[in-house]
């Protein structure tokens, strides 16, 4: 008989398709596993919404699931649940030793371009904040690209959602 | 949900679905790599909404989001007229993204109002994705605002935003390019 902390486990093998430094745990995007009668559910909290891996995801947790000898059933949750405040200070940190600056911390109200454009955000590689925003779009939808004028290194940061 | 709720949230998809695939078009031809870049972002979050929109309606109706995406004859769909025009041109690209952000983040904080809590919390999570639409749409209007091209295609453009009980000849050659490869295969292919 399979235990949610044995599943939990497992999701944590599970590295996010886009990203493979951190997992699906650290990610976040696991809000609940409840197992009863063999029978695992998990509700999976979507990052952002057009995101083309979230399908791979929910097939890789449902897999890794068999893989324990239980029936899957991954409950997607539409809702305003998941955040980047979400991603564990583990997951922050695999992040930023691998060249993707960690979001900053959500506030009330939405970001704007002027915080995006401030110098605020430091640098994964040299630990600076002379930073530059150069794009508040990148290579997908969870990233934004900046440059550091002192090590002279264009950087991806994640965006705060 | 009741039909008129229903047919509110089909009209933000259709919108959603049509401005991302002209959003698309940028792709590869764009005037600045940032560009390209941006309205590839742009479009695929705006296809990602009108997804989760259409789940939410599908269930209701026993169909699927892909169903009402691309089962639907041109004339069944809801979208305004400004997303289904074909704009090459950056000052008018530019105008519609504002007029269409502008007027999208007042559906939105609708929405969020809503006493069905999967609609409020599904435009409050759409809301946040958005914000990030708004700011580039804002920053790029700033930029332009003196332009007297932009002034112009803002001008023509803005009638279009609440144009819904026509559509334009744009939107079915749209749909024959949108539901091409879905067509090519009989109803109930796995893909």
Known sequence: MVTEAQVWDALAEIPDPEIPVISLVDLGVVRAVNVEDGQVRVDFTPTFLGCPALEVMRDAMADQIRALGAEPQINVCLDDSWSTDRITPAGREKLRASGFAPPAPREAAAPTLVQLQSNAHRCPYCGSTETRLENIFGPTPCRSLRYCATCRQPFEQFKTI | ?191
């Open chain 2, 1 to 191: 949900m009741n039909e008129l709720e229903q047919q509110l949230l089909l009209e933000i998809a259709d919108d959603e679905l049509i401005l991302g695939w002209r959003d698309s078009e940028w792709t590869g031809i764009a005037p600045l790599l940032e560009e390209d870049v941006a309205f590839s972002s742009i479009a695929q979050n705006e296809i990602g909404h009108a997804r989760a929109f259409y789940e939410l309606v599908a269930r209701e109706r026993g169909t699927t989001a892909d169903g009402l995406a691309f089962d639907r004859s041109p004339d069944e769909y809801r979208c305004a007229q400004l997303v289904e025009l074909r704009l090459l041109d950056w000052a008018q690209t530019i105008a519609r993204h504002y007029l269409y952000e502008e007027a999208d983040a007042i559906r939105l904080e609708r929405l969020k109002q809503s006493d069905d809590p999967e609609i409020a919390g599904l435009a409050a999570k759409i809301d946040r994705e958005e914000a990030y639409h708004r700011m580039h749409a804002q920053m790029w209007h700033d930029r332009l605002q003196d332009e007297p091209r932009y002034v112009a295609a803002l001008e023509e453009l803005r009638p279009l935003l609440n144009e819904r009980r026509e559509h334009t000849s744009e939107l079915p050659e749209l749909w024959e390019e949108m539901t091409m490869v879905r067509r090519s295969q009989p109803a109930g292919t796995k893909w």
